[in-house]
């Protein structure tokens, strides 16, 4: 079941990338390729699937000044309002992944999502001054669905319970682009209600006389857990200098945890904040499409309450994203 949803969303994938080969940038729309991988901690995540962009944007390194009747240089107007949506197919690998605490997933999951970018007003300066800034103004919605299995009282008689997962996200990127520097301040906001299964419990046989029980089965006795979170992050990817192929990325996130199957995150239950700090490395290439690679160590640390997990934990990120928004976190 696994490889042929990994299959599909490769297929579809490979068939944005036939179409993007074949796209001419003056269309107004075009398909791209949508690819993110990432492996954490020994687990690992793909996601995949196609951009639309409606109403093709110049990316910043493509608007060049044209001269006119006077000594000041003018730049090419492109169009200041430019959507795009987006659908993917998400498949963990294994048990499932946590690769971030706003992204979690144990099951395959659709996601469906578009923004809206804005350009900002290009000042007739000359090129070395021209404001090329833009944002972008987003929703995302992701559902799955999973089985589960469980031994109710650690008997022998395994009972069964089918649950949809749900999370949106809205997400807002400023893309400060000057001659002289590039940074992005974004912020997102994601609530989510995942169902994942109960933690596994070794079973002990009845002890033998002179001989201690022994661990028979490890098992799940529980139905799944289902909590509703609420996560805040805010990034800041940022070029060290002007003409860098290398992005800084720092990135901070708390999540508000509430109660099982609850519906609100602010029960109480528990709270959760994680930095990460990207070092992320892009190709560059013509088009609409960036391809990024990227490295982050991050650190967990539990801030009220109890998860069930370790209070501070540490470890390390890697990505491949393959996106229209070289910037997007």
């Not at 993917?88 to 690769?99: A, C, L, N, Q, Y």
């Not at 009282?153 to 001659?179: C, K, Y």
Request: glycine letters at 10%; aromatic letters at 8%; proline letters at 6%.
């Amino acid at each position: 079941m696994c490889s042929r949803r990994l299959s599909s969303a490769l297929g579809m994938a490979l068939v944005a990338v036939c179409a993007t080969a074949h796209a001419d940038d003056s269309a107004a729309l075009a398909l791209s390729p949508r690819l993110t991988a990432t492996v954490t901690n020994g687990k690992e995540a793909i996601e995949a699937g196609i951009e639309l962009t409606i109403g093709q944007p110049k990316h910043d390194d493509g608007a060049q000044p044209t001269k006119t009747d006077g000594d000041t240089p003018a730049v090419e107007p492109v169009p200041r309002e430019v959507g795009r949506v987006f659908a993917t197919v998400t498949t963990p690998f294994g048990s499932g992944t946590v690769v971030r605490i706003d992204k979690n997933t144990s099951d395959w999951r659709l996601n469906f999502g578009g923004d809206l970018l804005v350009k900002a007003r290009r000042e007739p300066t000359g090129n070395d001054d021209a404001d090329l800034s833009w944002a972008r103004y987003g929703l995302a919605l992701s559902v799955g669905h999973a089985e589960f299995g469980y031994f109710p009282g650690a008997g022998f008689d395994q009972s069964t319970e089918s649950h949809w997962s749900l999370s949106g996200t809205a997400h807002a990127i400023w893309v400060h682009a000057r001659h002289n520097e590039k940074w992005a301040p974004q912020l997102a906001l994601t609530y989510d209600r995942t169902y994942a299964a109960s933690g596994a419990v070794g079973v002990v046989g009845p002890a033998l006389p002179g001989v201690a029980g022994l661990v028979t089965r490890t098992i799940s006795i529980a139905p799944p857990d289902a909590t509703p979170a609420l996560v805040a992050r805010f990034s800041l990817p940022f070029a060290l200098w002007p003409s860098s192929q290398v992005l800084l990325g720092p990135s901070v996130s708390h999540a508000f945890s509430g109660r099982d199957r609850g519906l609100s995150p602010f029960t109480g239950d528990s709270g959760r904040i994680e930095g990460e700090l990207w070092v992320y490395y892009f190709p560059k290439q013509k088009g609409l499409t960036n391809v990024r690679l990227g490295i982050s160590p991050f650190v967990s640390v539990l801030t009220y309450g109890d998860d069930g997990k370790d209070r501070t934990s540490f470890g390390a990120l890697a990505e491949l994203r393959i996106t229209t928004e070289l910037y997007e976190y």
